[in-house]
């Protein structure tokens, strides 16, 4: 466990409490940290395609070793023992459970791929850690988006069968299953700007990939309780919080648009069991949306017992007359092509002034509580849980340590603007900070560092950060300081 010392704790009277039982934890994904992608019977994913082709990641940058966890994980929960850590939600890699799955059939399950995540579990529970599982974090079989990805509803079918094998092997142990993390960088960055895998740049089938990805949460929920009636089912979404600078009406729709793209769309069905008609009507030119049959939405309208929430930025937005450049401050990659499906020529995001952590992204944690309360006001009594929040530095190791003052700064003010929305009553669990290590930031390879365990990529040398040593004395004392420790 970690130290009185190294906790650098504060005193209590400049605290500000969480309420007990609340839950402390950290996150990774499957492709970012993992490494071994061609061990124990694993296929290629759309990332390992994506990533080996020239041009699309930065400096090369693969995720072939990366953090090398899938030898390592025994040292990284230690770490995270070290550290108090509550809980540590995870990803499984798709292409290590079936590997040869096909858009017509599953394939066997490959039984060395579920017995990593077996003994991962049990190693995670040995040490008084409880696992979160996410079934889906990015790393689609290359063989399902060869027969059409996120596009071909037997993608969604594929994945429901996927979910019950994973909840069947690991039910007895996990208690909380996510379903899909970030649906919306799946469907548009995937499939409309191309910066992520499969990087397909096709506005129409990036819509197509947004209701296949909503069908397969509701069929992936559905399988996995009945795999695991006692589990939780969770939807991890990286809701906006979106805003304008503008008075004029036209920006004022700009936020509806932008608002309905990147929250409703996902929200809607899932919560309320429709589409929103003005999103519908946005995208007219690009789709008629034939895609949804009669009774998807019945499908994907299942009970959620859990709403994750992942949020980094504010989204600033502005209505664009066509007149001079169109400025593309989104955070979301430089391309040609817009994942904004439909509001390409009516939408900018304006360069904002003020700190901006090393991804570019504007640091505004007043977002974090407006995005919990909105969700508390409009499906009251949903569990909330933050699933994903951190920030990306340029950290240096001098003599064997990281002084990651930015990151802890980031990490106070944004777990303070959370306690905000508790205390405004919104029903929020848990926390989970993005992330435990250093790792493959998709486009970004290993340029950017999110961690708070630093890594030496040539060497897999851990270095726990400050940040990781503050986030354990917030942890070990449930509270958080009200000023500057």
Not at 124 to 137: D, N, Q, S
Not at 301 to 308: I, K, M, N, S, W
Not at 423 to 430: D, F, I, T
């Amino acid at each position: 466990m970690t130290t009185t010392e190294e906790r650098r704790t504060v005193p209590a009277a400049t605290e500000r409490a969480f309420p007990p039982g609340f839950v402390w934890g950290t996150a990774t994904a499957s492709y970012q940290i993992e490494g071994a992608v061609a061990e124990d019977g694993r296929t290629p994913s759309i990332w390992d395609t994506f990533s080996h082709t020239p041009g699309r990641v930065v400096a090369g940058d693969t995720g072939d070793v990366a953090d090398d966890h899938y030898h390592r994980f025994r040292e990284d929960i230690a770490l995270m023992q070290r550290l108090g850590l509550a809980s540590y939600r995870f990803s499984v890699a798709w292409p290590r459970i079936t590997p040869q799955v096909t858009a017509d059939a599953l394939g066997p399950v490959n039984e060395a791929g579920l017995a990593f995540y077996s003994t991962l579990v049990d190693e995670l529970l040995a040490a008084g850690i409880e696992p979160a599982v996410t079934l889906y974090h990015w790393d689609l079989p290359q063989a399902l988006e060869d027969a059409g990805g996120w596009t071909a509803r037997s993608t969604a079918e594929r994945f429901a069968e996927y979910a019950e094998v994973v909840a069947a092997a690991l039910g007895d142990r996990v208690r909380t299953f996510i379903t899909l993390n970030e649906p919306w960088c799946s469907a548009y960055l995937g499939y409309a700007s191309g910066v992520h895998a499969p990087g397909r740049t096709e506005p129409a089938a990036a819509l197509t990939a947004v209701h296949h990805l909503n069908l397969a949460h509701g069929l992936g929920a559905a399988a996995v309780r009945r795999a695991a009636p006692g589990a939780r089912v969770a939807l991890t979404l990286n809701l906006a919080w979106v805003r304008t600078d503008g008075t004029r009406a036209a920006d004022a729709d700009a936020v509806r648009r932008v608002d309905g793209l990147q929250n409703r769309v996902f929200l809607d069905p899932v919560l309320r069991g429709s589409y929103p008609a003005d999103v519908q009507a946005d995208t007219a030119e690009v789709t008629d949306w034939s895609f949804v049959r009669e009774g998807d939405l019945a499908l994907i309208h299942q009970p959620l017992d859990v709403l994750g929430v992942n949020y980094y930025s504010p989204t600033v937005v502005r209505a664009w007359d066509g007149s001079g450049p169109r400025a593309e401050n989104d955070g979301h990659g430089a391309s040609a092509h817009s994942p904004w499906v439909g509001s390409e020529r009516v939408v900018e995001f304006p360069e904002l002034p003020g700190e901006k952590t090393a991804m570019g992204w504007s640091v505004d944690p007043r977002g974090m509580t407006e995005l919990l309360l909105r969700i508390h006001r409009e499906h009251p009594g949903l569990e909330l849980l933050v699933t994903e929040n951190g920030a990306a530095y340029d950290d240096v190791v001098v003599a064997g340590q990281v002084h990651d003052v930015e990151r802890t700064r980031y990490l106070r003010d944004h777990l303070a603007a959370v306690l905000d929305a508790v205390e405004a009553g919104a029903p929020v669990r848990g926390y989970y900070l993005w992330s435990f290590l250093d790792n493959f930031e998709w486009g970004y390879g290993f340029s950017k560092r999110f961690g708070v365990v630093h890594v030496d990529y040539a060497t897999q040398e851990r270095t726990v950060k400050d940040s990781a040593l503050w986030y354990a004395s917030v942890v070990s004392r449930n509270a958080v300081p009200a000023v500057a420790g």
